[in-house]
């Protein structure tokens, strides 16, 4: 760890003046609340006949349903995403004007390929890593249901990604939109909004919620745009903002039939999976409370020592977010296996459990240190798309979508599979690498010089 905080220091230190150094902490911000928000929840302790069991912190104390608010951060990251993906565009469309490339067709379908690269390549390991350990624990014998509960617990954070790059597939469209129409293209995915949570709670149309994935994120996204156009300079806008979101989300839970939970909670429906009003309300009091407190934040990020630590956390952000709970999933195995159930004792939620989770929360850390160790280094270490050509129109289509399906069907219906022989289902895994090899790249690393002289860099 020590060398890659000198690279960390070093990059740190080459930081252009102009950079917003915000972003990159609001990124590593919102992954971190994540990982604790996961590692805070999947409470899992052995009952007095020596069962493992899982015991949802949501589940035993209704109180921490309020902690969801500061822990379901993934509108930050759209927000983020919105920011970087806007630089990245409209650098990318600046450049090939100036090289007189006329299509930007086929500008935009490289600027996809290399935005999906970033995203997927890193997913792959885990993604094979753990179909490989479901084949293995099928073969000797454990029961179907522990393997899994084992694999979801482990690949929850896939589903994230497919939502993402659905987002950032229409970055284009949705740039273009802010330039021409401004705010109203923001607030076209308001009613849309409200007519999806409609359509599904009063009318009980199946399935119609699934499209709140888009409406809501690429709400926030356009945010992002509006951020990095200078909008939110004006602190009260912002501070307004927070202020409104946060009236329309006490509004809609405390006095509404919106569950108060914003992730998946016993005793109502899930805001998150897919999106809700509320969770849309939440995302526009986190854009304002962030934004609000960008001057704040710009100026301590001017310490070394935390800015060092904002670029090391994000040259390993995919890292984190994807093994995570792998590590967690590691330690429960070995305490439960190994160890007879050493530490499992304390039922989630009591007095004994929550004076452990300081403990634990390190314990989880040190597991999660080798994942980092082996798989930061290669995080952005992958060269230019294979072959150097432009993919095909189609190719890129269906990469992506054949990539969006199989991380989405990997949080949905799992890998793990109740019946068949092999004990996964190979179509899941399979999607995603044929996303990727339409695409023109695969699962190995193929890093260039430019590429390892900027690893461990937060990117725009």
């Known amino acids: 760890m020590s060398g890659m905080w000198g690279k960390a220091r070093e990059l740190a230190e080459m930081t252009p003046p102009e950079r917003n150094r915000w972003v990159d902490f609001l990124r590593a911000l919102s992954i971190m609340a994540v990982v604790i928000g996961h590692w805070l929840m999947a409470g899992m302790y052995v009952d007095s006949v020596g ?83 479901a084949v293995i624990m099928t073969q000797v014998g454990l029961p179907r249901d522990q393997i899994r509960m084992a694999t979801e617990a482990a690949l929850i954070p896939v589903w994230f990604l497919a939502v993402y790059l659905l987002v950032t597939a229409f970055t284009p469209v949705t740039h273009a939109a802010w330039n021409r129409f401004g705010w109203l293209s923001f607030a076209v995915f308001v009613p849309l909004a409200m007519l999806t949570d409609w359509l599904t709670f009063t009318q009980g149309v199946p399935y119609v919620n699934f499209t709140n994935f888009l409406w809501v994120f690429l709400a926030i996204h356009q945010l992002g745009f509006a951020w990095q156009d200078g909008k939110f300079d004006r602190r009260w806008l912002a501070w307004a903002w927070f202020a409104g979101g946060l009236a329309i989300l006490v509004s809609i839970t405390v006095y509404g039939f919106y569950p108060v939970s914003m992730v998946s909670a016993p005793g109502g429906f899930s805001n998150s999976l897919p999106p809700t009003l509320a969770l849309f309300a939440l995302g526009m009091a986190q854009v304002g ?107 890129a289509v269906f990469g992506v979508l054949a990539i969006c399906i199989g991380l989405g069907a990997t949080a949905g219906v799992t890998i793990a599979s109740p019946d068949s022989l092999s004990g996964i289902r190979w179509w899941v895994i399979a999607l995603p690498l044929l996303g990727a090899a339409l695409l023109g790249f695969g699962p190995i690393y193929r890093p260039s010089q430019a590429t390892r002289d900027h690893a461990g860099g937060s990117a725009s």
């Open 51 to 133: 069962e493992l069991r899982r015991g949802d912190l949501l589940t035993v104390a209704d109180w921490t349903h309020w902690l969801t608010w500061g822990f379901q951060v993934m509108p930050v990251f759209f927000l983020v995403g919105g920011y970087s993906n806007s630089v990245s565009w409209a650098a990318t469309v600046r450049k090939a004007q100036a090289e007189g490339r006329p299509s930007q067709t086929g500008v935009y379908r490289d600027w996809l390929a290399t935005r999906v690269q970033r995203l997927i390549t890193p997913t792959f390991p885990v993604l094979l890593l753990w179909a490989a350990l």
């Open 289 to 395: 409370l962030v934004l609000a407190l960008e001057p704040m934040g710009r100026k301590m990020l001017k310490s070394v020592g935390l800015w060092t630590a904002t670029v090391l956390m994000n040259g390993m952000i995919m890292t984190v977010y994807l093994w995570h709970l792998t590590a967690f999933v590691l330690v429960l195995t070995v305490c439960w296996l190994v160890l007879g159930g050493a530490g499992l004792d304390s039922v989630p939620g009591t007095g004994a459990w929550w004076a452990s989770r300081p403990l634990w929360i390190a314990i989880y850390v040190a597991a999660l240190l080798p994942f980092i160790a082996i798989f930061a280094r290669h995080e952005r270490s992958f060269g230019p798309i294979r072959g150097g050509r432009t993919v095909p129109k189609a190719r």
